[in-house]
Every structure is written in C-alpha cells, then in structure tokens.
C-alpha cells in the first residue's frame, strides 16, 4: 500500500520559513521521482518542486527557485522542502506526490500517479 504523508504546515508571517515532510513507503520512495505542489482556493494546482531519489537532482518552478529547496533523507524515505522567504502567495494546500517519469535522469512536476492528503500552509503579510 502506498502511502505519503505530509508534515509541517502551519502558519508564518511573510518573510519566514516553514519546512514541509513527506514521509513514504519505501518501496515507491526507492529510485522515483517525488514531488511538492500547491493549491490556493480558486487556483489550479501548481508544480513547486521534484527531486529524483535516486541521483538527486532536483527542479524547481520559477516562482520558488532561490527562496525553497527540496531534499531527502533516504535513511528515513522522507523528502523535505524548505520553505524560506515566505509571501502570502505561497499560501495553499501542499501536497507530496510520488512516481513520476524520468527525463533525461531527471524529475519534472507532471504525471504523478501517487498523491497525499495535503498540509496547509498560510502565510500573513
């Protein structure tokens, strides 16, 4: 049974930082591309970040390179995002996904067939 489950959202004033967890099975952790999106309400779901587990190369959207980093800890098959410089922009629902196709090596931020429940992230200005 798969199973993703986020972490660590919470409410910040613009400025400051959250980091976010997904915690995953191991066996859809292991050599896969996971991912971090976004939903603001009335907003289509945005990409935010992939990491490939196995090599590690990361990718970003525009709107959060520089200010949020994706990492892994394989030992515990959790990947965090590191939310740093936080708008109320970023304000959304923040959900890990899990298994996508491979690139050239590397993860992008579509077709992902596993999804978690989501953790709410509200920034204040």
């Known amino acids: 049974q798969v199973q993703l489950v986020e972490s660590g959202g919470g409410s910040v004033q613009a400025g400051g930082s959250l980091r976010l967890s997904c915690a995953a099975s191991?066996?859809?952790?292991?050599?896969?591309?996971m991912g971090w999106f976004r939903q603001a309400p009335g907003k289509e779901r945005e990409g935010v970040a992939a990491?490939?587990?196995?090599?590690?190369?990361?990718y970003y959207a525009d709107s959060v390179k520089g200010r949020f980093t994706i990492s892994q800890d394989n030992a515990k098959n959790t990947v965090y995002l590191q939310m740093n410089s936080l708008k109320p922009e970023d304000t959304a629902m923040y959900y890990c996904?899990?298994?996508?196709?491979?690139?050239?090596?590397?993860?992008?931020?579509?077709?992902?067939?596993?999804w978690g429940q989501g953790t709410q992230v509200t920034v204040s200005s």
């Open positions: 996904a899990a298994e996508a196709p491979l690139y050239g090596g590397s993860c992008r931020l579509d077709e992902y067939n596993y």
């Open positions: 990491i490939y587990t196995a090599g590690g190369t990361t």
């Open positions: 191991r066996y859809i952790y292991s050599s896969n591309c």
